[in-house]
């Protein structure tokens, strides 16, 4: 079936470094692609999307790029703030609107 | 604009009680959906209603039930709680097309 695998975390970075978020999919056909953010104590929020191959999603300084050759969408920001901390989701949908989710990776930035 | 409103945000149950878990949206969507949420395992679909008067399961329904009461409100219930069911449960809402969701901001339920 459908998946999402998601780099385990947590992850801990100091403010301004460079941030990469790992996320590969498994699934039969092209699905829209996404991101979500979980701050604490909230719910989820969509960050960014990618619809076709090679579309680059990008929000708040943050960028992924779909791409079909290695079936990864992975979460990029040139400079992390400590305003970033939070739980990141990749997950993907065929347009049922039924989306899979990963697990989630915990981002700790310290000042 | 409220988007999601989930009500309770808290609640604490002892084994064998029941109770549901009330979601409103006001963006009129279509699909609306109850996941719940554990540590190290993501966000798991419960159940889900792509329309007004159509409820399906999703992969862990087992122990609940859902009520698409009509455009606005989705609701969950646990008919007999169990430790197991100690949680955090997000109800969600998307409309047509790849638009992604909104979630609310979530119900922490304690079964002991």
Request: glycine share 10%.
């Amino acid at each position: 079936g459908d998946s999402v695998t998601q780099m385990e975390g947590p992850v801990t970075l100091s403010e301004e470094a460079f941030l990469t978020i790992n996320c590969t999919y498994t699934a039969t056909g092209y699905p829209s692609l996404f991101w979500y953010v979980q701050y604490p104590g909230e719910g989820l929020q969509l960050l960014l999307k990618a619809t076709k191959a090679d579309d680059k999603g990008s929000n708040k300084g943050f960028e992924a790029t779909y791409r079909k050759e290695t079936t990864s969408f992975h979460l990029e920001k040139g400079s992390v703030q400590v305003s970033d901390s939070a739980v990141y989701f990749c997950a993907l949908d065929f347009g049922n609107e039924k989306l899979t989710f990963g697990t989630g990776t915990r981002l700790t930035i310290i000042p | 604009n409220a988007g999601v409103t989930q009500t309770p945000k808290f609640q604490v149950l002892k084994t064998g009680q029941s109770m549901t878990l009330q979601c409103a949206q006001d963006m009129n969507h279509n699909s609306m959906y109850w996941y719940r949420q554990d540590p190290g395992m993501g966000l798991r679909l419960i159940y889900y209603s792509a329309s007004e008067g159509t409820t399906d399961k999703g992969e862990v329904p087992n122990g609940y039930n859902v009520s698409r009461l009509n455009k606005r409100e989705f609701s969950l219930r646990l008919e007999s709680a169990a430790p197991s069911q100690t949680s955090v449960y997000f109800c969600a809402s998307s409309g047509s097309g790849v638009g992604g969701y909104t979630f609310g901001s979530g119900t922490r339920l304690t079964v002991v």
